[in-house]
């Protein structure tokens, strides 16, 4: 049993598709660049609000005390004596000063109503771009989901007809510092059963492969051959890497399955869900390049494991 994983990629271009996919993700790109503007002003409005609000509650405090002094002058006033004229003087700056911070105080509470009224008006904006972000990449998946819509009636036309069932991939990955793996049970079992979450222990030849596979196979783009007895973990593994490509953005996976009395199980995942195609030995070297030819998509990657009796 050698199970081999290969890259490639390419096909025939969908000028249509690729052009409003393109435009899509500048649209996006867009997006992000006004809401990180958005965010921005946002944050230096808040600032200008807090200070705002500690230049206010110095005034307060200030015009506290003067309200205290002026208590006391007026204390001093109700003695007639000599130095009546000192403290009428005194009294006078420190009601100066009082109004001063007075019309100063209004002025910051102003500014203040201002700064929040700008404040509310960004976060709706942020709303709003928000909502435009949603509705574009509805968008975009429903331009996705036309796409493979209409490359699975080509492939049907071909004689490739797919089974799709629903795949969770909320949980999957690493867990534990690398000691665990979930993954949904649908794609360990090639009879398709009782769906939900499978942890597996994580050996050190299971992180080995799965590291072997990203750095020389994904990054440095080389064929990869796993050889190993039967038992050791080859199939499990390179599964769960594929899976774990399937969810990362650009990447476009297939799992090629070949039993020993000749039929061969085509497994990709596309939009949260798993597609399988059983081709007989005579069909397989046609069906697969038919596969292959649907992906057109020169921006992404494309990876393909060949696992079973070969």
Not at 151 to 174: C, F, R, V
Not at 276 to 285: F, G, K, M, N, Q
Not at 295 to 301: A, I, L, V, Y
Request: hydrophobic share 30%.
């Amino acid at each position: 049993m050698i199970p081999a994983v290969i890259r490639g990629g390419g096909g025939v271009p969908h000028a249509n598709m690729d052009l409003e996919d393109v435009e899509e993700d500048i649209a996006e790109a867009r997006l992000r660049q006004e809401q990180a503007k958005v965010e921005r002003k946002l944050e230096n409005v808040t600032k200008k609000i807090d200070e705002e609000e500690e230049e206010a509650r110095g005034i307060a405090k200030e015009l506290k005390v003067l309200e205290t002094k002026k208590a006391g002058i007026r204390i001093q006033l109700l003695d007639k004596g000599a130095g009546q004229r000192y403290w009428e003087d005194i009294l006078r700056d420190v009601e100066e000063k009082e109004k001063y911070l007075r019309k100063k105080e209004e002025d910051l509470r102003k500014k203040e109503e201002d700064l929040r009224k700008e404040k509310q008006d960004l976060r709706k904006e942020k709303q709003d771009l928000r909502k435009e972000k949603q509705d574009l990449r509805k968008e975009k998946q429903d331009l996705r989901k036309e796409k493979q819509d209409r490359l699975t009636k080509e492939e049907i036309n071909h004689g490739i007809q797919w089974m799709e069932t629903p795949l969770d991939a909320s949980e999957l990955g690493y867990e534990e510092n690398r000691k665990l793996f979930s993954v949904d049970r649908s794609i360990m079992n090639w009879n398709p059963g009782t769906a939900g979450k499978v942890v597996l222990y994580c050996r050190d030849g299971f992180n080995e492969q799965m590291d072997f596979l990203e750095e020389k196979v994904c990054k440095e783009g080389y064929m990869g051959w796993i050889l190993g007895p039967p038992g050791t973990g080859k199939t499990t593994t390179t599964i769960c890497f594929i899976l774990s490509k399937s969810i990362e953005e650009g990447w476009c996976v297939m799992f090629v399955r070949l039993w020993k009395l000749g039929i061969v199980s085509c497994i990709q995942v596309v939009d949260g869900q798993q597609r399988r195609c059983d081709l007989s030995s005579d069909e397989v070297a046609s069906g697969v390049k038919k596969i292959l030819q649907g992906w057109t998509d020169k921006r992404r990657k494309y990876l393909v494991s060949l696992d079973g009796y070969v």
